[in-house]
């Protein structure tokens, strides 16, 4: 102070303030003053010695950032900037999981109640929680799709083997932080996929004891509980978090080390001149990297809070019930393939046959010693390399319910418009405008709306799961399947169940005073063999003046009357 003091004096205070703020500048940049900042902001030459260099060698954040690059490298070909876009992913998810975290608790009594104060008392929380969600399913999506633009780019070759299998794990821990952080909401989507994975975990191809460790290691005791959330509480907020940093730092440290490789066209067969840098072909971290690095972070910014706020919702379904299982529990879209596998396959070789894959991509930069990078010498790396994207797409698709999943029509219509517990459909209609009376798919009733709505719902749902054989054209023909036993299926191509000719209904009784029963009833006759009923069934449902349904509907993102 007492300096500054003596400036001002000298120098009067304009100069003094100048001065001093040139200082802080410097020391905050590790070597640059306000007017070598401004220099490199307009993209003017720097002076001698270059200053723009003294916060890699003497500066805390950039000294492990090369200060300049191959100019090669600089495009959007060949790193398609996805290695950087994956550190800013890791970045986004732990500050939007960081402020999540003060907002809940791991115990199965309070987590779902969390969650509904972060969706509706928190100011910004649903936000935040979208941010974070969505953060996790596109920081899978660009390990992946760096991954697989390394392997093209045949960027995994000597010398970068080993950054290659630090990849892989830094995958495989992006996948396992997405996936544990699936059960920390505590509803019904979290408890039953993990519930799935860890019965594929416990189903290891290895000693009973082993298998029996494994499950009780993963879910806390005999049944997931209070144990299994916070276990996997702390995998996800610290086990995992801490597993991944560390090889972040040694993943970049071996990039550094080598440098990007370039586009498999700039070098000769069977060398490597990504260190070898000439003059005439650096660019400089500052300005024009850094700059660059700022420009995508706020078009990536952009595209995480504008997904976030208009184009997509976290999931959360009804509060985690051991008891009832969901019609259809699916994998999150990262894992849906080992799902499909399990369809096909038996549970015990498929457990097995997932790890072997990890091990066999890890070593195979140190089998695969083919000297070229250029395309044209690999034809068959980068044909096989189609070839398994092409079966993973498949077994994705396989672990969707549309394949091999058997359920009656009549019971997916009822799932989807009077769920067993929590909104659904028809439970969304505002108690006071549920008319008693019975009424069909479609029905336009004058001066209620919502129960208007909640009719086309129903429609909806009819014309998803039945089919006809008198050629409307809204309605899909049936496929017809004979049975061993002489008996038929009928089939629409969406389901391997469909309802020939539904006869539907919704009616509403008056129970007691704020208490009203819907009933949905089927009536379907085998249009082969009239005599033949094939469904007849009621599936009842109570709906109470006081149960909110049409808020839980809009939180929740349902289809409902109301929305």
């Known amino acids: 102070m ?19 703020a040139d200082e802080v500048v410097e020391r905050v940049t590790a070597g640059m003053t306000i007017s070598d900042v401004r220099s490199a902001l307009r993209g ?14 003497d500066g805390f954040w950039l000294h492990i950032r090369p200060s300049f690059y191959h100019t090669g490298v600089t495009n959007i070909y060949p790193t398609f900037r996805l290695g950087w876009l994956s550190t800013f992913m890791l970045v986004w998810e732990t500050i939007t999981g960081l402020i999540l975290m003060v907002f809940y608790t791991p115990s199965p009594l309070i987590a779902y109640g969390n969650m509904w104060n972060i969706l509706g008392n928190v100011p910004l929380g649903q936000l935040f929680r979208n941010m974070h969600r969505l953060g996790a399913e596109v920081m899978v999506l660009v390990v992946a799709m760096h991954m697989l633009r390394t392997f093209i780019t045949g960027s995994y070759k000597k010398p970068r083997q080993f950054t290659w299998a630090t990849g892989m794990l830094l995958l495989v821990f992006t996948i396992f932080l997405s996936f544990s952080g699936y059960l920390l909401p505590w509803d019904q989507l979290a408890y039953w996929a993990l519930t799935v994975f860890i019965s594929g975990g416990a189903a290891a ?11 009780l290691v993963l879910q806390g005791g005999p049944a997931l509980g209070a144990n299994g959330l916070l276990r996997w509480y702390l995998l996800h ?9 560390i090889f972040f730092f040694v993943h970049y440290y071996k990039v550094v080390l080598y440098g990007i490789s370039l586009p498999p066209g700039r070098e000769q067969i069977g060398e490597d001149t990504a260190k070898r840098v000439p003059k005439d072909e650096r660019t400089y971290y500052i300005p024009d990297i850094l700059t660059s690095e700022l420009m995508w972070t706020a078009l990536a910014t952009l595209f995480l809070v504008a997904g976030a706020l208009w184009l997509w919702d976290a999931p959360l379904e009804t509060h985690a019930d051991p008891v009832v299982t969901p019609l259809h529990v699916v994998a999150p879209w990262y894992l849906s393939w080992s799902q499909g596998w399990l369809k096909l396959a038996p549970k015990t070789i498929v457990v097995g046959f997932i790890p072997l894959l990890l091990v066999a991509f890890i070593v195979m930069p140190y089998f695969e010693v083919g000297k070229s990078r250029r395309y044209a010498d690999r034809r068959l790396g980068l044909s096989i390399a189609m070839l398994f994207m092409a079966f993973m797409l498949v077994s994705n698709w396989m672990g969707s319910p549309e394949f091999r999943v058997t359920s ?8 989807r418009l009077l769920p067993e517990e929590g909104p659904g459909g028809l439970k969304g209609i505002p108690f006071e405008h ?10 336009v009733i004058e001066g209620n709306p919502f129960l208007t709505r909640g009719l086309a719902v129903f429609e909806e749902a009819m014309r998803e799961q039945s089919c006809t ?21 009928y089939g629409n191509g969406f389901t391997t169940d469909a309802m020939p000719d539904p006869v539907a209904t919704l009616e509403i009784k008056e129970i007691q005073p704020n208490l009203r029963e819907m009933i949905l009833s089927y009536e379907v006759v085998d249009p082969q063999d009239p005599s033949n009923m094939l469904i007849d069934v009621d599936w009842p449902a109570f709906r109470h003046a006081y149960s909110n349904y049409e808020e839980e509907c809009r939180f929740l993102n349902k289809t409902c009357a109301t929305n």
């Open 469 to 489: 054989l008198v050629g409307n054209e809204m309605w899909r023909a049936c496929i017809v399947e004979e049975l061993e036993n002489g008996s038929r299926r």
């Open 434 to 443: 549920m008319t008693p009376g019975i009424y069909t798919p479609g029905q």
């Open 2 to 20: 007492a300096t500054f003091v003596e400036q001002v004096r000298e120098m009067g205070i304009k100069q003094a303030v100048v001065t001093k």
């Open 237 to 245: 907020v610290l086990l995992l978090p801490l597993l991944a940093g």
């Open 205 to 215: 191809p290895a000693p009973e004891f082993v298998n029996n460790t494994v499950l």
């Open 44 to 57: 003017d030459e720097p002076r001698r010695p270059n200053p723009r260099l003294r916060p890699h060698a």
């Open 408 to 415: 009656s029509a009549d019971r997916e219509v009822s799932i």
